[in-house]
């Protein structure tokens, strides 16, 4: 018997069977991948493994023995540890205290506070920290708050935190997401050390490459079940897709040659945008857009992503600097003012529902609430809303019973095709779009990548900010990496190195930019 193992176990969450008769096992000194789509199950099993969701069904043993976990606690006290996605860290105090917290209420609760002295304390925990840091590679700064950690700092400090209440068992829940290129580097040393060291390592990541890097073993995830358990040096990428998809699929995304340059559709020159703080989070950005090409951004979040975008969509205002286009400054006017100067330009926002569309209204009226903004007044004509939107479900392949469907009940890629369909019949010269494949699967994805490819080759400028570096790599044709709402550099994807956007994206000048 392994160290941990979970049996036909099953979770399930109202109408949602979120875990299937699911089954996973890891060992001591292994690093088990456990890959799926987006909904298939896997935080909800790794979630019951760490006392998090009570199964509904199902055993969990370790070393062993049957446990039932009914918290955290009880599971950190069995030896099994999460890392969530979002941290549970305290910002105002720093690395140790967070690190000790969990004990120090322990003893605050307990018949040991008689003997509790600060000073003795700090000391002691200070040197456990030091001892564990020797023992896995891992390095903090102890006496750094939160509020000043990078993202990949307070991660570290998560992993140390599970291993200072003895962890032996560590799960970790798309670690990778957020960090670049360099960091995940350094989490997968970390992790590697923690292997030799005995730990038995679940890892969620949805990333094919990193599977294949990290992990001895891979246990595949399709709506709730756990399909397939291979050991990774005897599988490869196409596989493992095939095995999560439950369908052959082409992994390759086309990247058409662009269009032979013309004039720029749209120059930026020195945009800047100051925050309320006084912070720049724009700071003197220049490039050009062309039609028939697309333009990456990558960053790590937060780099000015956001704000970029809704300035040149004249969704906010205030800015130094121009964003010329058919000879006239864009710079603070409003959507409405930019139409009005002949320019068309579409916006598909990270926020789907939200700022793009409204969920709770029907494909038509959402469908209308644009050309509405095109033809306003009089013309609200409902017949042609009904009859473009189902020209839009039919040209997408948007799956739903019908054009009065509410938004919202859609499934994530369906609602990107309305919009994205919805913004395309306006025939933009420049398309914006962010994050457009955000919590979208495989499939769905592919087919956002289409369309955008088409938009393209019908001599649309698309400016397209991502953040899968594998996915703009491929797809861009010229890449701009910021850095705190700087131009790092603009690259060509094609002869420039992960590492190297990577080194851009963390604001150090490269050879490549
Ligand atoms: N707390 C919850 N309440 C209701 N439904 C949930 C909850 N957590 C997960 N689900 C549903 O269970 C399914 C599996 O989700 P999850 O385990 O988060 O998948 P994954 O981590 O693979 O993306 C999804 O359909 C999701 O919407
Ligand atoms: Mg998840």
Same mark, same amino acid.
């Given at each position: 018997?392994?160290? &941990? ?8 969450f ?10 996973? %096992? *890891?060992d ?11 909904? %298939? ?8 493994l760490? /006392?998090?969701?009570?199964p509904?069904? /199902? ?47 322990? &003893?605050?609760?307990?018949?040991e ?35 000043? !950690? ?11 935190? !599970? ?11 798309? =670690? ?27 890892? &969620?990541?949805? #990333? ?12 595949v ?5 756990? @399909?397939?358990?291979v ?14 998809? /439950?369908?052959?699929? %082409?992994?390759?995304? #086309? ?36 039609g ?22 004249g ?8 964003v ?13 003012? @930019?139409?009005?100067?002949? *320019?068309s ?13 409204v ?30 939107a189902?020209?839009? *479900? ?6 739903t019973?019908s ?26 010269k ?5 994050? =457009?494949?955000r919590?979208?699967? @495989? ?7 289409e ?5 393209? #080759?019908? /001599? ?7 953040e ?13 990496v ?14 420039? %190195? ?10 150090? #000048?490269?050879?490549?930019?």
């Open positions: 018997m392994s160290y &941990i193992e979970m049996r036909r176990v099953s979770k399930r109202g109408t949602v069977l979120a875990n299937d008769n699911a089954a996973l %096992s *890891v001591r000194g292994e690093i088990l991948a456990l890959l799926g789509e987006n909904g %298939s199950g896997k935080s909800t099993l790794v979630n019951m760490a /006392g998090i969701y009570i509904d069904s /199902g055993s969990i043993y370790i070393d062993g023995k049957s446990r039932r976990f009914r918290s955290p606690q009880d599971a950190i006290a069995a030896g099994v540890g999460m890392v969530h996605q979002h941290f549970k860290l305290i910002p105002v105090m720093n690395a140790w205290e967070n690190i000790s917290l969990g004990e120090r209420l322990e &003893i605050d609760s307990g018949k506070r008689l003997l509790f002295n600060p000073f003795i304390e700090k000391k002691r925990v200070n040197k456990k920290i030091t001892g564990i840091e020797e023992r896995f590679g891992l390095v903090t700064v102890h006496h750094k708050k939160i509020y000043d !950690m990078s993202v990949s700092e307070k991660q570290t400090v998560e992993i140390l935190k !599970m291993l200072y209440r003895g962890a032996a068992a560590l799960i970790l829940d798309e =670690p990778t997401a957020v960090l670049t290129p360099q960091e995940t580097k350094q989490l997968f040393a970390m992790l590697r050390n923690m292997k030799q060291e005995g730990c038995a390592i679940i890892i &969620i990541t949805h #990333k094919l490459n990193e599977v294949m890097d990290i992990s001895d073993r891979v246990t995830m399709r709506k709730g079940n756990t @399909i397939a358990t050991n990774t040096a005897e599988t490869n990428p196409r596989e493992l897709t095939e095995m999560m998809v /439950g369908a052959s699929i %082409s992994l390759e995304i #086309k990247r058409e040659e662009p269009a032979l340059r013309d004039k720029p559709v749209m120059e930026v020159r020195g945009l800047t945008l100051t925050g309320i703080d006084g912070t720049l989070l724009l700071d003197d950005m220049n490039f050009d857009l062309y028939g090409e697309m333009l990456g951004v990558a960053g790590i979040a937060g780099s000015g992503q956001k704000e970029l975008c809704e300035i040149i969509a969704l906010r205002k205030a800015g130094r600097g121009s010329m286009c058919n000879g006239c400054n864009l710079l603070g006017l409003s959507p409405r003012q @930019i139409k009005d100067r002949g *320019v330009m579409s916006f598909v926002p990270e926020d789907r529902l939200g700022m793009g569309l969920g709770g209204m029907s494909i038509t009226d959402n469908v209308l609430l644009r050309s509405y903004e095109k033809k306003p007044g009089l013309f609200i004509d409902r017949a042609e809303g009904g009859a473009l189902e020209k839009i *479900v039919a040209h997408y392949g948007i799956s019973p054009v009065r469907h509410m938004v919202r009940k859609l499934s994530g890629g369906n609602i990107q095709k309305v919009l994205l369909g919805r913004e395309i019949d306006l025939a933009p420049v398309l914006i779009t962010a994050y =457009p494949v919590g979208l699967d @495989i499939g769905a994805s592919y087919s956002i990548y369309i955008l490819n088409e938009q393209k #080759k019908n /001599g649309v400028a698309v400016l397209y900010i991502g899968d570096l594998d996915v703009l790599r491929e797809i861009c044709d010229r890449l701009m910021i850095h705190n709402g700087r131009v790092m550099g603009i690259v060509d994807p094609r002869r420039t %190195s992960k590492e190297d956007i990577g080194l851009l994206m963390l604001g150090h #000048k490269t050879e490549a930019a």
